[in-house]
Structure formats: structure tokens, C-alpha cells
């Protein structure tokens, strides 16, 4: 059921190889910078938009990524909410950076009303999050969890238990992508 995968196998290699572009350097120049920081909020207004709901931006992986990490859209069969989006990275040992993103990220949506729940699977601590926007019917449900080494997010409850289910070496219901030859 996955539509679409970005998979990243060294954050710290895409950090310093978009640092040495000169798009990097155009955007970093004091003349240019607002555009550019007009053009990173539209592009995050229109990813909002489209359903991007796990309040991590691109920016936030610099400080915790430490390897791969990968963001996967994948379709659902619910009429209402007809895709899930799931982000797995690999944080760094030092814990300070993830759990300051994760405060940032936990102050955010309680200034945003966002309800917050702890759930727990396979004992591990899941950090639940619901909000509705303005206009909308749909509960919004983020979820976050640190499985050793690895930070998950899911706006779908059974999709974060399944990886939390994967990253702990359990088979979860169904076809993978990893054995999809397609």
C-alpha cells in the first residue's frame, strides 16, 4: 500500500552535500534569505496542505539524525482519510537534541489545543497527539516514539504500531515493501 518513499542513507551526507551547492549558498545570502524563507513556508503550507501533518520540518533532522531516514506515504481504505504518512530516522546516541525536538514539538501542538495522550504497545511509550483545525471534521492524530535507536512518527495509530513492531525485528501483517519486487 505504500504510494511513495524518500529514503535518505546518510542525513550527515545530504546536510554537506547541500551545503557546498549554490543553491545553499544563494539562499544563505543576506539578500536572497527572505525569499528563500518566503518560498520554505509556502512549500511547508502546501505539504500541510496536502496532508503532511507530523510537525517535523526537514530543518528539525539536521540536529537529531544520525544514519538514514526515510518518509513513506502510504494509501489506507478509509473514504475519510485515505493515506497515512510515516517517518522513521536514526537519532543521534546523545539525547539531548531528540528530546529537545521532541519538547519543541509537544510545546507547539499544545499551543495549538492538541490533546495529548500516552499509549503504550509492545512496551513501548507512544506520545499521542489530537487536534482539530478550523473548518475541518477529521481529528488530526500524530504519534511519536523512539524505539532504540530509531525516532517514529506515524499520523496513523496502526501504522505506528507496526513500526514500532518492524524496528523491533516483528513481522507485521502483510506484504513489505523491502520483499516487494516490483
Known amino acids: 500500500t505504500t504510494q ?3 529514503w535518505i542513507p546518510l542525513t550527515s551526507d545530504l546536510i ?28 511547508e503550507k502546501r505539504f500541510l496542505d ?7 520540518k526537514p530543518q528539525d533532522l ?8 526515510g518518509v513513506a ?3 489506507r481504505a478509509e473514504a475519510r482519510k485515505p493515506f497515512a504518512l ?24 499544545i499551543k495549538r489545543k492538541a490533546k495529548k495522550q500516552s499509549l503504550s504497545f509492545d512496551g513501548e511509550s507512544i506520545n499521542q497527539f489530537s487536534i482539530t483545525r478550523p473548518g475541518e ?19 496513523d ?14 513481522a507485521t501483517a502483510g506484504k513489505t515493501l523491502e520483499k516487494d519486487t516490483v
Open 86 to 109: 510515516a517517518l522513521i530516522v536514526d537519532v543521534v546516541n546523545d539525547r539531548t537534541a531528540v528530546d529537545k525536538l521532541m519538547n519543541r514539538i509537544e510545546t507547539e501542538l
Open 16 to 43: 554537506s552535500s547541500w551545503d557546498r551547492t549554490q543553491l545553499a549558498q544563494l539562499a544563505a545570502d543576506s539578500a536572497v534569505k527572505p525569499f528563500w524563507d518566503d518560498q520554505r513556508q509556502e512549500i
Open 137 to 155: 471534521l477529521l481529528v488530526q492524530e500524530t504519534y511519536y516514539c523512539i524505539v532504540g535507536q530509531q525516532l517514529l512518527s506515524a499520523d
Open 73 to 75: 506515504w502510504i494509501s
Open 50 to 56: 496536502a496532508g503532511w501533518r507530523l510537525n517535523i
Open 62 to 69: 539536521g540536529d537529531v539524525a544520525d544514519g538514514q531516514f
Open 4 to 6: 511513495a518513499v524518500v
Open 157 to 170: 495509530e496502526q501504522l505506528i504500531k507496526d513500526l514500532i513492531a518492524r524496528a523491533k525485528g516483528k
